[in-house]
């Protein structure tokens, strides 16, 4: 081989090698480029979706504008606010108090020992009853149960004062209330099951629409709002004309317990 063509080849091999390292200067420029964008795009992802999460965050909730909305008050309710609930005759010269929370346990096993008995004395006149509607087990093993129990007992009301009270006492059933932690009663179609066992309610087109338009859920708030300015601090609760009983544990024991009281 000549000295020419051995220098023209060292030189074409130079130029080869030169052009593949160009090449991948290239390759690795544009491999930069693509993984400095994805990163770039993956930061303004993560960070829209902060502001996504942030601006969420910041947006009051259902029961937040419920409390903002246009109080409306159900039938047979007394008060400025209608928050006086007074179910009994007129001419009963006595008043039992009754604070419950939906959601409470306690409350439905007052309710299932004692709730029949209550309602024969309501009806027999001996005294009236005055009931106190509580939600604050929402805020302690968090949900929308208690709030969304009262307005449709709000909706109960509203039909009368008779449907009020089955359903409650279908509300606090063996059968149909559920455990503290489960919040069943944050779904209006649980709701409006336990009102298919109250003839009155049963079917009841106008009750059905209260119940899932949350008619009276500002009502239910401000409910709440006076169980909270009363002074009681837990559910059940019993005082007869101001006046606190014990909470007995059975319908003999209340009877006593209630006969004391208005002879007091």
Same mark, same amino acid.
């Given at each position: 081989?000549?000295s020419?063509?051995?220098?023209?080849?060292?030189?074409?091999?130079?130029? @080869?090698?030169? %052009?593949? @390292?160009?090449?991948?200067?290239?390759?690795?420029?544009? @491999?930069?480029?693509?993984v400095?964008?994805?990163?770039?795009?993956?930061?303004?992802?993560?960070?829209?979706?902060?502001?996504?999460?942030?601006?969420q965050s910041?947006?009051?909730?259902?029961?937040?504008? /419920?409390?903002? /909305?246009?109080?409306?008050?159900?039938?047979?309710?007394?008060? &400025?606010?209608?928050?006086?609930?007074?179910?009994?005759?007129?001419? %009963?010269?006595?008043?039992?108090?009754?604070?419950?929370?939906?959601?409470?346990?306690?409350?439905?096993?007052? &309710?299932?020992?004692?709730?029949?008995?209550?309602?024969?004395?309501?009806?027999?006149?001996?005294?009236?009853?005055?009931?106190?509607?509580?939600?604050?087990?929402?805020? %302690?093993?968090k949900?929308?149960?208690?709030?969304?129990?009262?307005?449709?007992?709000?909706?109960?009301?509203?039909?009368?004062?008779?449907?009020?009270?089955?359903?409650?006492?279908?509300?606090?059933?063996?059968?149909?209330?559920?455990? &503290?932690t489960?919040?069943?009663?944050?779904?209006?179609?649980?709701?409006?099951? +336990?009102?298919?066992?109250?003839?009155?309610?049963?079917?009841? /087109?106008?009750?059905?629409?209260? +119940?899932?338009?949350?008619?009276?859920?500002?009502?239910?708030?401000?409910?709440?709002? %006076?169980?909270?300015?009363s002074?009681?601090?837990?559910?059940?609760?019993?005082?007869?004309?101001?006046?606190?009983?014990?909470?007995?544990?059975? /319908?003999?024991?209340f009877?006593?317990?209630?006969?004391k009281?208005?002879?007091?």
């Open positions: 081989m000549s020419r063509n051995s220098q023209a080849n060292k030189a074409a091999a130079r130029e @080869r090698l030169r %052009a593949e @390292r160009e090449a991948q200067a290239k390759k690795d420029k544009v @491999r930069r480029q693509l400095v964008g994805g990163a770039v795009l993956a930061v303004l992802a993560i960070a829209g979706g902060i502001g996504y999460a942030v601006v910041s947006k009051p909730g259902y029961w937040e504008n /419920a409390a903002k /909305a246009d109080l409306i008050k159900p039938k047979n309710t007394e008060g &400025e606010d209608g928050t006086t609930v007074v179910v009994g005759k007129p001419e %009963a010269k006595k008043t039992l108090e009754l604070y419950e929370d939906s959601r409470c346990p306690a409350c439905a096993s007052f &309710e299932q020992a004692v709730g029949g008995q209550v309602k024969k004395d309501v009806d027999a006149g001996k005294y009236k009853l005055r009931y106190f509607g509580a939600t604050f087990i929402d805020n %302690a093993v949900g929308e149960g208690s709030k969304n129990a009262l307005s449709a007992l709000g909706a109960a009301l509203n039909v009368s004062p008779e449907a009020f009270l089955d359903y409650k006492a279908a509300l606090y059933s063996k059968e149909l209330h559920p455990e &503290e489960v919040d069943s009663f944050a779904k209006d179609a649980y709701l409006l099951k +336990v009102a298919d066992t109250v003839p009155a309610l049963k079917g009841n /087109a106008e009750f059905k629409k209260a +119940v899932e338009d949350g008619t009276y859920d500002r009502w239910a708030l401000t409910m709440s709002d %006076a169980f909270g300015k002074g009681v601090t837990g559910t059940p609760t019993l005082k007869m004309d101001g006046k606190k009983i014990e909470t007995p544990g059975t /319908a003999d024991a009877t006593a317990a209630i006969d009281a208005l002879a007091g």
